[in-house]
């Protein structure tokens, strides 16, 4: 109660304030300037690209509303050709339209580019937009700006008219920066948030986890492009009068200090940020001609000291005083729901024992002149074991980047589940159960554990977005039970321990089984495991080795890469040997062991070849 008291007294301020400097000027301000910040953080901060030309979707917006809305009496000056004079709400929702076209159409280039390519893509839509709002004289009335009358809503006789004037215009913009908090809220902690942070981490991996990329990325951009029209459209009513000179890149360039003064993917960041910046050059104002060096001054000293910005900080000594129980209560419940599940295994297999899981006919890749898979051949059936082998070099990952489908082959056919599948995406392999981990790590270093295995959860999410950010009692219902669902696959790789750690905290060992829970998480009917024991000591071999068995009686079909001999040898039904991307042997475990061609290969001598090496390299 005391929380919705705070949370709900500002809007008491037009009642007892009667100064519109601090509550109209500065107040309102903040609150609008908080939602364009909010809106930045989807892109900067969860999808992790930079956008440096905000301010234009911004001015989109801003412009939309005011040439919607404005009154030609109070236009008299210039020669505007439309000034249709529409109700606010209606010119707020056109405003937020067209906004979210620019994003759809700036959402391309960052399907292509990244980092400093991608900001000068974004520099240039607010040049464009900034030019269009300075020279197009008959739309936007150039230089000379445009005015708007104080919001107000009819009664249509059935009451006096509402109006939200100078101080009350903080009943409109509170409530608004509240409902965008809420719907960030809900956002950052849904399935959505953590497709766009795992993107932001490796777009591969979290393609493997089913994460459709492209839907995704653009999503950002027009949820994004959208909530900065929506701010832009609250700010023409703070001083009923807009002009080019508010939306040029500088604009862009505060709004990215706000955000990283206050913190990423935090809703008070957004807001401590943006009060920062608003509130300081009134303060300081017989410095307002260095304001941007004193914010430079700022900007790298929070990058030095407060990398997590001052919402971050304060997190962190919340935490300090006030300790939470929380973990140690929902693993509790976990242990509880787990307890009482007679599943014997927390995935799932949809193909049958005995079936082909995966054909490769006469795959060959081909990178220029270098040839590093060639013409192989290759069968795995559900519920086996199949090693792959060969020295450093030989085509291994490669055929696993062909079979997932980060190659596309040059030549040949793969099959999964009896279906040619050359032409599938990594996501659309995903969705047929064909799931992976990586020879190089790749997880979701910012995100928890049990939050990484959520994302390996992805395709068993099916909340729309419309309920995920409005807080539907169903979209809480289903990530309760993908929770519980999480924790008994980190609970089958023995990590339910460490469910609420940061994963980027791991030992490597621990990183490893991690990847495998993930990847259980799609279900899968095949799984690749790319050296998932590389580095590891004998003792943690021999519980991987455990782990993929359990996972094969399953009956999910398992191709496993490696160098460790002796873990081929023990658990593997069958063993395909590549030399130079060729495959030179295939057969039990015992017949490779014997054979002339792969002692060859590792040794170059016709001795026996031993297992009892630890990389057999």
């Known amino acids: 109660n005391i929380f919705i008291f705070l949370f709900l007294l500002p809007m008491l301020l037009p009642f007892f304030v009667t ?48 040439i919607l809305t404005g009154p030609s009496s109070l236009n008299a000056e210039g020669n505007l050709a439309f000034l249709p004079e529409w109700p606010f709400a209606f010119a707020v929702l056109i405003g937020i339209g067209l906004a979210a076209i620019a994003g759809l159409i700036l ?11 991608l900001a000068v893509s974004t520099i240039a839509c607010g040049l464009i937009v900034f030019t269009i709002v300075n020279e197009q004289e008959s739309l936007t009335n150039g230089t000379k700006g445009l005015h708007v009358a104080g919001l107000s809503f009819d009664g249509f006789g059935l009451f006096e008219p509402l109006r939200f004037q100078g ?17 960030m809220r809900g956002f950052g902690r849904s399935f959505w948030g953590r497709a766009f942070e795992a ?42 009068y807009i002009a080019p000179g508010t939306f040029s890149l500088d604009f862009s360039i505060l709004a990215l200090m ?12 957004n807001f401590l940020g943006m009060t920062v910046l608003v509130i300081l050059p009134d303060l300081f104002t017989a410095f307002s001609d260095y304001r941007l060096i004193a914010f430079g001054v700022l900007l790298l000293l929070t ?19 006030f300790p939470s129980q929380d973990q140690d209560l929902r693993r509790a419940e976990f242990e509880e729901v787990f307890r009482k599940s007679s599943r014997e295994a927390p995935f799932s297999v ?80 995903a969705q047929q159960g064909v799931a992976r981990t990586f020879q190089n790590l790749q997880l979701f270093g910012g995100l928890t554990v049990i939050d990484n295995v959520l994302v390996g959860l992805h395709l068993s999410f099916h909340s729309s977005l419309f309920k995920v950010m409005l807080g539907f009692p169903s979209v809480a219902r289903e990530e309760r039970q993908l929770r519980e669902r ?57 519980e991987f080795n455990g782990i993929i068995r359990k996972i094969r009686d399953q009956g999910v079909a398992i191709v496993l890469i490696e160098h460790h001999m002796d873990m081929l040898m023990e658990i593997s039904d069958e063993i395909t040997v590549l030399d130079f991307g060729k495959k030179i042997a295939s057969g039990p475990p015992q017949t490779i062991q014997n054979h002339p061609e792969v002692i060859r290969a590792y040794l170059g001598t016709a001795s026996q070849l031993g297992v009892s090496g630890g990389d057999g390299c």
């Open 258 to 269: 706000a955000l990283i003064f206050g913190g990423l993917r935090s809703n008070l960041g």
């Open 199 to 240: 993107i932001k981490f490796s777009s591969i991996a979290a393609e493997s986890c089913g994460v459709h990329r492209t839907r995704f990325k653009i999503s950002a951009f027009v949820i994004s492009a959208a909530l900065a029209g929506f701010a832009g459209g609250l700010f023409v009513q703070l001083d009923q």
């Open 107 to 117: 959402g391309f280039p960052s399907l292509r580019s990244s980092g400093p390519y």
């Open 303 to 321: 990058l030095f000291f407060l990398p997590e910005g001052i919402a971050g900080l304060l997190k962190k000594q919340w935490r300090n005083f």
């Open 19 to 66: 100064n519109q400097y601090y509550v109209s000027g500065i107040l309102c301000r903040i609150f609008v300037y908080t939602i364009f910040v909010a809106s930045l953080d989807i892109v900067v901060g969860y999808i992790g690209d930079i956008s440096i030309g905000h301010a234009g979707l911004f001015a989109i917006g801003a412009y939309s509303v005011a």
């Open 486 to 542: 999480a924790y008994a696959l980190l609970k089958f790789v023995g990590l339910e321990a460490l469910a609420f750690e940061t994963a980027a905290n791991l030992a490597y060992g621990q990183a490893r089984r991690l990847e495998i829970a993930r990847a259980l998480g799609l279900n899968p009917s095949l799984l690749l495991l790319d050296e998932p024991a590389a580095g590891l000591t004998t003792s943690e071999i021999q």
């Open 167 to 183: 101080n009350r215009f903080l009943w409109i913009a509170y409530p608004s920066m509240l409902a965008v908090m809420w719907m």
């Open 350 to 429: 949809t193909s049958k024992m005995d079936t082909i899981a995966l054909a490769l006919n006469q795959i060959r890749m081909q990178f220029g002149g270098l040839v590093a898979v060639n013409d192989l051949e290759l069968r795995v059936k559900s519920g086996t074991i199949h090693g792959l082998m060969g020295p450093n070099g030989s085509g291994k990952s490669t055929t696993v980047n062909l079979i997932t489908g980060v190659y596309a082959p040059t030549a040949g056919i793969v099959s999964l589940f009896g279906c040619n599948s050359n032409s599938l995406k990594i996501y659309e392999r």
